[in-house]
């Protein structure tokens, strides 16, 4: 059953958004070369407890930090690590936050240092991808309608869809329903209604859309050892259009 959310509580996931939102903004000019993900991770976790915010990812399902952080063909769910980010490197820092009960789950995508064209290229059309779906994101329309914009921006522009990792309802908890895949048909999925909140999370790939998950459980990385990126927010269904609950930098 997908819960809907009033207007009040859709304010106190907004209280969640604005807090992950600022920590992200924060975090763009730590990522430079030489910096580990440990260190971001540890920043993030501290930025949020003084906040009054706490890092909803520790203890999920036995993983043990508050951000995830994907690096060039990680594709999601990286988990820190000492080893320093390197010059045109890409890396993805997706984290979920919890302000008084509410959750808010944002995810970014990083150049470090100089960038070459083709990874500022995938960067700039992932987060495209990610606006060309929320743009969809209106009464009366599908779970379909964002899904299949997305996936025909992104194969337009010559990239593939992961399809093994989907967007999802959130509100108290981290995943609720409905499912919110960025690939598939317009008829797919539930009507949208106003209360609605759900994160959408597209992971645009250069080479093929196939993953396979590490010995560790956790790192997602591409078959082809192609680069990927990742955009999501988390996004209020209303009346008058989507309210990106999360948003930053536009
Ligand atoms: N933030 C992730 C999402 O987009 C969840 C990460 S899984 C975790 O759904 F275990 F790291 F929390
Ligand atoms: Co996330």
Redesign the pocket.
Known sequence: MIVLKTKEEIEMMREAGRLLSDCHRAIRNLIKPGITTIEIDDFVEQYLRKHGGTPEQIGYQGYQHAI?ASVNDVVCHGIPSPEKLKEGDIVTI???VNLEGWLA???WSYPVGKIDKKAMDLLKTTEEALYKGIEQAKVGNRIGHIANAIETYAEEKGYSIVRDFIGHGIGRQMHEPPMVPHYGPIEQGPELKEGMVF?I?PMLNCGSHFVYVEKDGWTARTVDEELSAQY?HTIAITKKGPIILTNQYR
Do not use: I, L, N, Q
Request: some cysteine; hydrophobic content about 30%; glycine content about 0%.
């Open positions: 995830c997706d984290f979920v789950d944002s995810a994160t999370e999501e």
